[in-house]
C-alpha cells in the first residue's frame, strides 16, 4: 500500500501514517482498532495509555475468575470524550500492546533518526 507506512499492527489492529503527496503525514497516527479507527497525535497516543492502565486499575477482578478474561465487558475511555470502546479483558491486552508497541516504534524511529545521529 503505498498510501501508509505500517509503525506496527497486532491481531486486533495496526497503526500507521498516512502519505500525502509525496511525505508522510507524521503528527497524527492512524490506529485501528476491531472496527474502530483514531486518528492521533502522539500525546493523544499517551493519553489512551493512560486511559488503558486506569481500565487494568478499574478491572482487576478477572484474576481469579474461572473464565480468564473473556466473558465481561467494560468500556475503556478514549482520549475523545465522546468515545468509549466496550472491550472484555482479553481484547483490552490487545489494544495495550498495539498502543504501547506503536509508541515505542515511533520513540525508537525519533532517536535513530534524530538525536540518535551523528
Known sequence: M?????IYYNDSGTSFYWRKEDGLVMDKVQLIFRETGFYFTKQELYLFK??????YIQNKCCEDCELKNQCHKFLLKTPCSQIDLAVSMEELNAVKDLVEGTLFKITLDDY???EGMN
Request: aromatic letters at 8%; a negative charge; charged letters at 35%.
Open 2 to 6: 503505498k498510501e501508509i507506512k505500517q
Open 112 to 114: 535513530l533518526y534524530g
Open 50 to 55: 493512560n486511559c488503558i492502565e486506569d481500565s
